[in-house]
């Protein structure tokens, strides 16, 4: 199974034949330049490219009018031929360029998921600690939920890793991420999970008690497994052990409070990401411990970020 569609590379036919677009323009000096239009409104699924149907069809028939009155009044024809003239060259030069962007991302559409069962992909997985506690209306539910969704993105986004192309799944309190193999697997922990624990930080000092918000990470990688409903497999199945394990849980109600981040890595994800070095990584801050959760006992490493921010060398 895939998800989404990833990158993609226009073949030399595709992109000859949509050479046809300026063709058509071209070929009747702007009369028919909003039918390319049309036709990239469909490729597109985007209905307000219509309007530029819309805009262009109005210039063409000012074009024609102009035509036909030149023809018809002598006394002004040599003005309104001038008019047609330099109207039809701006037409021409405007769709034409208007129509080469929207042939770009006709052929080279924005890059968005792209993950196949069998990819060695980075996991990632936050849950948020006490998210039911009595007394949380549903409206704080969803303020929180924005708020760390919101941040989370920032943070991936600052490491080095498109948001918007991991795979991600809600759990209602949190939520499972799945990092396409073509990002390096150190920038979940550099400068990802520092940039989150300072901004959380920093967010629950001016925030009101019932809002802050304080989280469980775990972090793992492996070969996923895709069916009709998401991800499964072993790989997710260790990442759930360790983001619900008592080791974790415990970390996180030991550590300040102004370090609302505890994050448990797979001893597999430190020996092969943690144990290769990279820029800035700080092996010496995680400890290893024992996992033990139903059928599952497992080493792992525990960390509590800093909230500090460091950028990406």
């Known amino acids: 199974m895939t998800v989404g569609v990833g990158p993609t590379r226009a073949s ?3 992109r000859v034949v949509s050479l046809w677009y300026f063709v058509v323009v071209i070929a009747s000096l702007g009369l028919l330049a909003p039918l390319p239009f049309v036709h990239a409104a469909i490729r597109l699924r985007r209905p307000f490219v219509l309007l530029y149907v819309l805009i262009y069809g109005i ?11 030149g023809e018809t009044e002598g ?3 040599t003005a309104m031929a001038l008019s047609w003239f330099f109207g039809t060259i701006l037409l021409i030069t405007v769709s034409c360029v208007h129509l080469a962007l929207l042939r770009k991302k006709i052929l080279y559409p924005q890059r968005t998921v792209w993950v196949e069962s069998g990819m060695h992909c980075g996991l990632f997985s936050i849950d948020i600690a006490g998210f039911g506690q009595v007394g949380r209306s549903s409206d704080i539910f969803v303020q929180v939920r924005r708020m760390l969704f919101g941040l989370l993105a920032n943070a991936f986004e600052a490491s080095g890793i498109s948001w918007n192309m991991c795979l991600k799944r809600d759990t209602g309190d949190g939520m499972i991420v799945v990092v396409p193999p073509h990002f390096p697997k150190f920038r979940l922990l550099l400068p990802l999970l520092s940039q989150l624990a300072a901004e959380l930080a920093k967010y629950n000092v001016v925030t009101d008690p019932a809002l802050r918000i304080r989280v469980r990470v775990a972090i793992h990688a492996g070969e996923v497994t895709l069916d009709e409903y998401g991800v499964t497999g072993r790989p997710k199945v260790l990442l759930a052990r360790l983001l619900d394990s008592r080791v974790l849980r415990d970390a996180l109600a030991e550590a300040p409070d102004e370090s609302p981040v505890v994050v448990l890595v797979s001893d597999r994800f430190h020996e092969d990401v943690q144990d290769q070095g990279g820029p800035g990584l700080d092996t010496m801050s995680y400890r290893q411990v024992l996992v033990q959760e139903k059928e599952t006992e497992v080493l792992a490493w525990l960390h509590v970020p800093t909230p500090v921010v460091r950028g990406l060398p």
């Open 12 to 14: 030399i036919a595709q």
């Open 59 to 69: 210039a063409s028939f000012g074009l024609i009018w102009l035509l036909a009155t």
């Open 75 to 77: 006394e002004v024809e």
